[in-house]
T-cell receptor, first 114, second 112 residues
Framework: AQKVTQAQTEISVVEKEDVTLDCVYE???????LFWYKQPPSGELVFLIR??????QNEISGRYSWNFQKSTSSFNFTITASQVVDSAVYFC???????????FGTGTRLTVIP | NAGVTQTPKFRVLKTGQSMTLLCAQD?????MYWYRQDPGMGLRLIHY???????AKGEVPDGYNVSRLKKQNFLLGLESAAPSQTSVYFC???????????FGNGTRLTVT
């Protein structure tokens, strides 16, 4: 069975602080994909990143970075120098290789206080 | 580029009424999905389609039906709405199994 756990329900930070959103996943499959999506207050879901299970390189995109560690089954997301526009609900998701479905975590609501 | 368009954006139903949610995508995507989002539960898959004329059940299919008569459209039907179906419904599509999902803006449904 597949499962994604985002233990942090809500996080508040002051603007310019760094923040890390945790994601822990469970799967018995050796080939899988991990995703992060952002849901701003307007409601739409925006794709941020996809990682496959064979690529443990960390990725950086501007102020965003992702740390994938298979040893701890984690795929954490860090925002550096947070901004008010980063306020959103962030979802981590998992898809195993031959499946059509993404399993989503319950999301982390990030509030960046100006 | 319209992307994925959902109609309506909001709807209020009484228990027992029926309705159809429409999802349309203009990206020629093969795969289409219906999710529901409930507080504290993330997104859960209702039904999905891997191509025109195909449908399959997801995690929470009970009380819903779907149809994919045209490649660009994926309809979600509620035959007899129940308060437990109060939720925000998202449609998504993608080119193939390995590409990221593109989501619509959601439909907020309230069943009283």
């Amino acid at each position: 069975a597949q499962k994604v756990t985002q233990a942090q329900t809500e996080i508040s930070v002051v603007e310019k602080e760094d923040v890390t959103l945790d994601c822990v996943y469970e799967t018995r499959d050796t080939t899988y994909y991990l995703f992060w999506y952002k849901q701003p207050p307007s409601g739409e879901l925006v794709f941020l990143i996809r990682r496959n299970s064979f690529d443990e390189q960390n990725e950086i995109s501007g102020r965003y970075s992702w740390n994938f560690q298979k040893s701890t089954s984690s795929f954490n997301f860090t925002i550096t120098a947070s901004q008010v526009v980063d306020s959103a609900v962030y979802f981590c998701a998992l898809r195993i290789f031959r499946a059509n479905n993404l399993f989503f975590g319950t999301g982390t609501r990030l509030t960046v206080i100006p | 580029n319209a992307g994925v368009t959902q109609t309506p954006k909001f709807r209020v139903l009484k228990t027992g009424q029926s309705m159809t949610l429409l999802c349309a995508q203009d990206m020629n995507h093969e795969y289409m999905y219906w999710y529901r989002q409930d507080p504290g539960m993330g997104l859960r898959l209702i039904h999905y389609s891997v191509g025109e004329g195909t449908t399959a059940k997801g995690e929470v299919p009970d009380g819903y039906n779907v149809s994919r008569l045209k490649k660009q459209n994926f309809l979600l039907g509620l035959e007899s709405a129940a308060p437990s179906q109060t939720s925000v419904y998202f449609c998504a599509s993608r080119t193939n199994r390995n590409s990221p999902l593109h989501f619509g803006n959601g439909t907020r449904l309230t069943v009283t």
